[in-house]
């Protein structure tokens, strides 16, 4: 049974930092791609970013691109999101989730992903 546990969310100010973790189990992490998503009520889920299992290719959603930065550390079967330059635009319930297949390219869509956690809110105060 695939497990998704994110942690790190929290209540900041703008211009402030956060860095949001997302440990996986019950799968082989290594070989899958990973994203993060969020939602913010009344609006749909939205991609944030994706990386790919190994790590040498990364996608990003335009508003938050060169203020978040996705990683992981496949040892740890662990992937992050850093955000900087939080806006209250930001605010939203965060989601990990794995692709559906290994060894795939990630894509944009959220149907694409099998796997979810149960997310994490931030909260940017202006």
């Known amino acids: 049974q695939v497990q998704l546990v994110e942690t790190g969310g929290g209540t900041v100010q703008a211009g402030g930092s956060l860095r949001l973790s997302c440990e996986a189990s019950?799968?082989?992490?290594?070989?899958?791609?990973m994203g993060w998503f969020r939602q913010a009520p009344g609006k749909e889920r939205e991609l944030v970013a994706t990386i790919i299992w190994s790590a040498i290719r990364t996608d990003y959603t335009d508003s938050v691109k060169g203020r978040f930065t996705i990683s992981r550390d496949n040892a740890k079967s662990t992937v992050y999101l850093q955000m900087n330059s939080l806006t209250p635009e930001d605010t939203a319930v965060y989601y990990c989730?794995?692709?559906?297949?290994?060894?795939?390219?990630?894509?944009?869509?959220?149907?694409?992903?099998?796997?979810w956690g149960q997310g994490t809110q931030v909260t940017v105060s202006s």
């Open positions: 019950g799968l082989a992490f290594s070989r899958y791609s």
């Open positions: 989730a794995a692709h559906a297949k290994p060894w795939l390219v990630p894509t944009r869509r959220s149907a694409d992903f099998g796997s």
